[in-house]
C-alpha cells in the first residue's frame, strides 16, 4: 500500500456493489439520486445523476445571470454534495461538481494531513464525469469506510430548484460488501 492510496478506489480490486436507488433530491424541474454504491476494503464509490427538464448548462447560465444582477452568491448555481458518519465526521464538496461550461469549477482539497488519519478524516473526491442536455452524473469516492450505522448524505443544486437536504441509509449493507470485494491478482504478480 501506498501514501497515496487513500485518493481513489484501488486499481487492482474488483470492488462490490451495492444496488441502491436513493432519491436524495426532487422538485418540479429536477431530481437528484445515488444509484449505486461500490464497496472496497478502504473506501466506496457512489454515482450520482441529477436530470433536469431544462439544460443544465442553461438552467445554470440563467442563475449565474439572475444571481449577477442582484449582486449575490453565485454560489446557488453550484451541484452541492456532502457526507457524514454515523460518529459525526463529516466531508463536502460543495462547489466543485458542475458549472456553466459544465464539469469541475476545480480540485476537491486534499486532506490537511497526508496520509489522513482513517479514524478522525474523511476524504469526498469527485471522479469522472457526464453532461449532456438534460443529466449531469458523476461518481465520487469515499476514504474510508464509515463505521457501523446511518451514512448521510447532504445533497441539492438550488439553480434547480433543489435545496440542500440530508438523506441517510444504513451503512451495514456496504460494509458487508466490501468484505466481498476481491483482488484482481497476486500482489506478488502486481
Not at 24 to 40: K, N, P, Q, R
Not at 59 to 67: F, G, I, V
Amino acid at each position: 500500500m501506498h501514501w497515496f492510496d487513500f485518493l481513489s478506489a484501488p486499481e487492482d480490486w474488483l470492488g462490490a456493489v451495492v444496488p441502491v436507488d436513493l432519491e436524495v433530491a426532487a422538485s418540479e424541474d429536477a431530481v437528484m439520486f445515488i444509484t449505486h454504491l461500490t464497496a472496497y476494503p478502504e473506501g466506496f464509490n457512489f454515482n450520482l445523476t441529477t436530470l433536469t427538464r431544462d439544460d443544465p448548462g442553461v438552467l445554470c447560465r440563467k442563475t449565474l445571470e439572475a444571481s449577477r444582477a442582484r449582486s449575490e452568491d453565485r454560489e446557488e448555481i453550484h451541484l452541492h454534495l456532502g457526507v457524514e458518519f454515523s460518529d459525526g465526521r463529516q466531508a463536502s464538496d460543495l462547489t466543485t461538481w458542475i458549472s456553466v461550461h459544465g464539469g469541475l469549477m476545480r480540485p476537491p482539497p486534499l486532506p490537511a494531513q497526508v496520509p489522513p488519519d482513517p479514524h478522525r478524516d474523511i476524504l469526498l473526491r469527485a471522479g469522472g464525469h457526464e453532461t449532456n442536455e438534460r443529466e449531469f452524473s458523476g461518481s465520487s469516492w469515499i476514504w474510508p469506510l464509515p463505521p457501523a450505522g446511518l451514512l448521510t448524505f447532504q445533497c441539492g443544486w438550488p439553480a434547480a430548484g433543489l435545496p440542500v437536504r440530508s438523506t441517510a441509509i444504513d451503512a451495514g449493507p456496504l460494509l458487508a460488501a466490501a468484505e466481498k470485494a476481491q483482488p484482481l491478482w497476486d500482489s506478488e504478480d502486481g
